[in-house]
């Protein structure tokens, strides 16, 4: 067996690059597969370079043990994708940026729109700070729960491309009801304006679900439906190198999430200026309208995108395999337990072609799909460890706008700091993607997506001690003590720009953990299920801010500083947990990318290029 650096069988990897051998009907077809034998090596050392009909040559062992990495090009058709998803998210962060004002603070005196002036603070309802951040809370929590629902009607009924249209109206709905609930008239009777904004709420997060799910998978494929496989690129300089699929994914999603936070960027900062000096219902109308772009984009671009047809939801199938491995495997001794269900042959047992005769009916799939179940639930272990990564990361969203209000401001809206984050990222991302990973790659560094992960964790930990920092000293030098946050109390004498620390940490663990989850779920994920397993991804996020609603207690004063301190020590240990529990699992990296894609694809099935 020959092996690369990770114990990697580069054999059955060869395989997976070339193109598909031809079956004994396609026989007439072999002369599309040309072999390049270098007979002057020896027969350990030589290379059988693969080269298709098209003249695209696919690597050897050697090569793929050996040659440099590097990215390709990015089709122009995921840039409209990118776009698209770049309005989305103008419509959600320029909205969901003044839900805090909106909800917490009472309308300002002589104001019938909530809007406050310079010096002035914008708000409508006056339901206090816990109010705000349980409904904020809430919302956040609604909208990555809807994934689930979203990922399923796209995989069973209507693919990726419709789902998202559908979902992009009943969005638009629910903005026009939030719109409602600020306008004037509405807002002179708060029970009726907290009504009206509760069921907007509601349908806004439907339609989030239902986006959120799909884009991402569909941007991806863009690339990998035209380049499946690793090939070789020779570059200017004469030096061969291998153009790695899974490194152009990851740069798709570095830029996808660059431009979410552009338009987060814009959107964010674009609203909170209209609630300070027009009024809230301007802050709603204005994402609307942007968000409203959305579906004639994807109309006009529609024959260009490359779309994978639904195949049924294969969510049903895959868990009743997991059940049928399990079987037989569950001992009294929960350390037995654990161990039989860890086992070297747990899914090598489940293989259709191990169980022969023994096969049931419904075990319709081959053995590559059985490989790529159990790499989408490896990857599903992997997310579980995301909701205390986003419990730190949804503390920007809340209770640190609030903590912005209480120090002095100089002019600038107290949820206007927070794009501090937004900002890094947009000058960050290329930058990792230009200079911090190629010098990796180049310094024989595997930064993989587990390390990535990991790194995130830490950084998260390190925002939330500064937070906590700052916390304490907003206690410590305001002339309120414990409770800065009291009506005509005056600001700490901390300049609110402080926060460009806790702001540029979370920053930075979003480009290693959270743009890596996407990437991870689309990579690992089988095909039939990239919906799915990005909806769970999605969805750590949910459970993130269900416990989040545990924290609500501690998000007022005089508990902010153990509301921070305890979040940072959860992320730091759930780092440390998470690289000793997946750091084996990192090693099969390659080995899990390199798996061929299964002829089982749902209601339809191809064997040997028919249809069966």
């Not at 099935?605 to 028919?610: L, R, W």
Request: net charge neutral.
């Amino acid at each position: 067996m020959t092996s690369g650096p990770i114990g990697l069988d580069l054999a059955e990897v060869s395989k997976a690059n070339a193109p598909a051998a031809p079956s004994p009907m396609d026989e007439k077809d072999e002369k599309h597969l040309t072999i390049v034998d270098d007979s002057s090596q020896s027969a350990s050392a030589r290379k059988e370079s693969l080269i298709d009909a098209d003249g695209k040559e696919y690597p050897t062992q050697e090569e793929i043990a050996s040659l440099r990495r590097v990215c390709g090009s990015v089709p122009w058709a995921a840039y409209t994708i990118a776009f698209v998803e770049l309005c989305e998210r103008f419509s959600y962060y320029g909205t969901t940026i003044v839900f805090v004002n909106f909800i917490q603070n009472p309308l300002p005196d002589g104001s019938t729109t909530g809007s406050a002036g310079t010096d002035g603070q914008a708000g409508a309802l006056g339901l206090g700070q816990r109010a705000s951040t349980g409904l904020s809370t809430f919302n956040s929590m609604w909208a990555y729960f809807m994934p689930l629902v979203g990922a399923y009607m796209a995989d069973q009924y209507w693919g990726r491309y419709k789902t998202i249209q559908i979902s992009i109206f009943i969005a638009i709905f629910g903005h026009i009801l939030l719109i409602i609930s600020t306008v004037p008239p509405v807002l002179k009777h708060p029970n009726g304006a907290i009504a009206c904004f509760s069921v907007g709420l509601i349908i806004f997060g439907i339609g989030t679900g239902g986006f959120k799910p799909n884009i991402s998978p569909l941007i991806a494929e863009q690339y990998e439906t035209k380049h499946p496989r690793q090939y070789i690129k020779v570059q200017k300089s004469g030096e061969r190198t291998i153009v790695d699929p899974t490194m152009t994914i990851s740069r798709i999603y570095m830029y996808f999430y660059m431009m979410i936070n552009i338009g987060a960027l814009i959107g964010q900062i674009g609203m909170v200026y209209a609630e300070k000096y027009v009024g809230f219902w301007l802050s709603f109308v204005l994402p609307t309208i942007m968000f409203s772009f959305c579906p004639f984009i994807m109309f006009f671009m529609k024959n260009k995108y490359e779309m994978r047809p639904p195949t049924g939801s294969v969510l049903a199938k895959a868990l009743k395999l997991w059940g049928f491995a399990m079987r037989g495997r569950w001992s009294i001794n929960p350390f037995r337990t654990a161990k039989n269900l860890r086992a070297d042959d747990f899914w090598e047992s489940v293989k259709p072609s191990r169980l022969g005769e023994a096969k049931p009916a419904w075990m319709t799939f081959d053995d590559i799909w059985v490989d790529e179940v159990r790499r989408g639930l490896k990857a599903c272990t992997v997310f579980l460890w995301y909701p205390i990564y986003w419990l730190a990361y949804n503390q920007m969203i809340n209770n640190m706008i609030s903590q912005a209000a209480t120090m002095e401001l100089h002019g600038a809206p107290n949820d206007l700091i927070n794009n501090i984050d937004p900002i890094a990222l947009v000058i960050f991302i290329p930058i990792c993607d230009i200079f911090l990973y190629p010098f990796l790659e180049r310094s024989g560094i595997r930064f993989t997506p587990l390390k990535r992960i990991t790194w995130g964790f830490g950084l998260s930990s390190a925002s939330m001690i500064a937070a906590c920092v700052t916390q304490y000293y907003i206690y410590k030098l305001g002339g309120c003590g414990t409770h800065p946050s009291t009506k005509d109390c005056p600001p700490a004498p901390i300049n609110v720009w402080v926060q460009t620390i806790p702001y540029l940490l979370i920053a930075f663990s979003e480009i290693f953990a959270s743009i890596t989850g996407l990437e991870y779920a689309f990579t690992k994920a089988p095909k039939n299920m990239r919906s799915v397993v990005t909806a769970v991804f999605l969805f750590m996020s949910a459970i993130s801010y269900a416990i989040g609603e545990a924290f609500v207690s501690l998000s007022a004063d005089p508990l902010l500083v153990w509301n921070y301190g305890i979040i940072a020590v959860l992320a730091a240990v759930a780092g440390v947990g998470f690289w000793a529990a997946h750091h084996k699992l990192d090693k099969e990296e390659d080995k899990l990318n390199f798996i061929a894609e299964s002829s089982f694809k749902g209601r339809t099935q191809t064997f040997g290029g028919s249809n069966a």
